[in-house]
Each structure stands twice: as structure tokens, then as C-alpha cells.
């Protein structure tokens, strides 16, 4: 079982920056795949990012890359993503997630957080 708590959403204006954070609790955070996901309002769930157990690969959504950066510190049992050139378009609830495999279709993931609020003005 693992318990995932994400933190650091916020407002910010357009072309400004903003990191958010997911604390996982429970055994064997390396052993998972974390992915970021995003849900606008009136939309499905979308692939950010995600990151390998050992954080050697990562992969991006195409409207994302070059702008996010998905890390993870197994240490602290902690994935982060580091917005950059934030848009309008970019608002949404972000959710980071758990996986057994290297995945970047929501389904494929056990275990979700609650979500933190990112809000980009224009």
C-alpha cells in the first residue's frame, strides 16, 4: 500500500514557474514508477511525466517538454515537477501517481494522491 500526498500548487502568471511535490509513504518507494498527471476542468486525465524507479529515464508529454522536469529523491520518498514557461493551458489539478510498470496511460497506475490546484494567469 502506498499513500501519496502532493503539495506546492498555487497561482502564477504566465511565463513564471512553480515546483510541486509528492511524499509517498509505505515500503519500497524505488520500486514504483511515478508518474505526473493533469485534469482540467470538463477534460480527461492527461500524462505529464513520468520518471523510472531509479530516476535514470523520464519521459514528457509533448506539451510539456523542455518546459517540465520530473525528479524523484528516493531518500525522502519524494517525486517533483518543475514547471517552467508556465501557460494558461497548463491549469489544471496535477496528480502524481504510482506505478508497477513504465507507463503513461492512467490506468496502468494503483495509487493516486489527492491532487494540488495550479492555476496560470494570463
Known amino acids: 500500500q502506498v499513500q501519496l500526498v502532493e503539495s506546492g500548487g498555487g497561482l502564477v502568471q504566465a511565463g513564471g514557474s512553480l515546483s510541486v511535490s509528492c511524499v509517498a509513504s509505505?515500503?519500497?518507494?524505488?520500486?514504483?514508477?511515478m508518474g505526473w498527471f493533469r485534469q482540467a476542468p470538463g477534460k480527461e486525465r492527461e500524462f505529464v511525466a513520468v520518471?523510472?524507479?531509479?530516476?535514470?529515464?523520464?519521459d514528457y508529454a509533448a506539451s510539456v517538454e523542455g518546459r517540465f522536469t520530473i525528479s524523484r529523491d528516493n531518500a525522502k520518498n519524494t517525486v517533483y515537477l518543475q514547471m517552467n514557461s508556465l501557460k494558461p493551458e497548463d491549469t489544471a489539478i496535477y496528480y502524481c501517481?504510482?506505478?508497477?510498470?513504465?507507463?503513461?496511460?492512467?490506468?496502468?497506475?494503483?495509487?493516486w494522491g489527492q491532487g494540488t490546484q495550479v492555476t496560470v494567469s494570463s
Open positions: 509505505g515500503r519500497s518507494f524505488r520500486n514504483y514508477f
Open positions: 520518471i523510472s524507479g531509479s530516476g535514470v529515464r523520464a
Open positions: 501517481g504510482a506505478a508497477s510498470q513504465y507507463i503513461t496511460d492512467y490506468a496502468g497506475y494503483h495509487y
